[in-house]
């Protein structure tokens, strides 16, 4: 059976029906009774919503455009946003926030449905949560994996032709750090450092050796950085 379905038979089952009385949308003191009343008729009549697990889409189809603006009308009275559309022959009025349809259950009175649909949609936000924390995470895993392997591209460049010895101080000691600890991000790799320095430190070491590899692989002898600041 189809959410939509269940719904309504909940409503039947509840003693609602659909009873073709227009309501007296001026009169104030019984408008949210009625526009309530309305609301749940109309779904019963002419409504539907999607299984929760799928989509977020609860609709109305309307006979003509005075319906239309009757029906988005009562649904604005509740502070509701619902758009409007034309399929085939049919004049739709919808939703498709999550929020707004799980106040539309409310307001008709579907509360078996409300919790089944509240469920739902706990599960698939702490789902997409859980999927895009995943996804940043393994994102960063990768940028620092590239990270790492082109710095040791250029670390085994400078060792292989013309060794580390010949740098100064603060650039061997991080490009031997680099080479002893691969899998490392930059952050952990300045504080493995003796003094331990920040990550800022470590990237401008990293941008050096950088250069100093760009340079060899141009042919071009490297500048001196034996005697460079730490």
């Known amino acids: 059976m189809?959410?939509?379905?269940?719904?309504?038979?909940e409503l039947l089952k509840k003693?609602?029906?659909?009873?073709?009385?227009t309501y007296n949308m001026g009169d104030?003191?019984?408008?949210?009774?009625?526009?309530?009343?309305?609301?749940?008729?109309?779904?019963?009549?002419?409504g539907s919503v999607t299984d929760p697990?799928?989509?977020?889409?609860?609709?109305?189809?309307?006979?003509?455009?005075?319906?239309?603006?009757?029906l988005s009308s009562e649904l604005q009275i509740f502070s509701l946003h619902p758009k409007t559309t034309k399929r085939g022959k049919h004049l739709l009025v919808y939703l498709k926030d999550g929020e707004e349809i799980s106040d539309v259950?409310?307001?008709?009175?579907?509360?078996?449905?409300?919790m089944e649909f509240e469920n739902v949609r706990i599960l698939k936000e702490v789902s997409e949560n859980v999927n895009?924390?995943?996804?940043?995470?393994?994102?960063?895993?990768?940028?620092?994996?590239?990270?790492?392997?082109?710095?040791?591209?250029?670390?085994?460049?400078i060792r292989d032709r013309i060794g580390l010895g010949k740098l100064e101080e603060g650039l061997r000691e991080i490009a031997e750090a680099?080479?002893?600890?691969?899998?490392?991000?930059?952050?952990?790799?300045?504080?493995?450092?003796?003094?331990?320095?920040?990550?800022?430190?470590?990237?401008h070491r990293m941008r050096k050796l950088a250069q100093?590899?760009?340079?060899?692989?141009?042919?071009?002898?490297p500048t001196d950085h034996s005697r460079e600041e730490k």
């Open 212 to 221: 100093i590899a760009a340079e060899l692989r141009e042919g071009a002898m």
């Open 15 to 21: 003693g609602f029906t659909v009873s073709g009385k």
């Open 132 to 157: 895009r924390r995943v996804n940043f995470e393994t994102a960063n895993i990768h940028r620092t994996v590239r990270a790492s392997l082109r710095q040791l591209e250029d670390i085994r460049l």
């Open 53 to 70: 697990s799928k989509d977020y889409h609860l609709e109305f189809i309307c006979r003509d455009n005075v319906e239309l603006e009757r």
């Open 28 to 46: 104030n003191e019984t408008l949210f009774e009625e526009t309530r009343q309305s609301l749940r008729e109309r779904f019963l009549h002419c």
């Open 105 to 114: 259950l409310n307001i008709i009175g579907a509360h078996d449905a409300l």
């Open 178 to 203: 680099r080479l002893e600890r691969e899998d490392a991000s930059l952050e952990e790799l300045a504080a493995s450092l003796r003094p331990p320095i920040g990550k800022s430190g470590a990237n």
């Open 2 to 9: 189809s959410f939509s379905r269940r719904v309504k038979d």
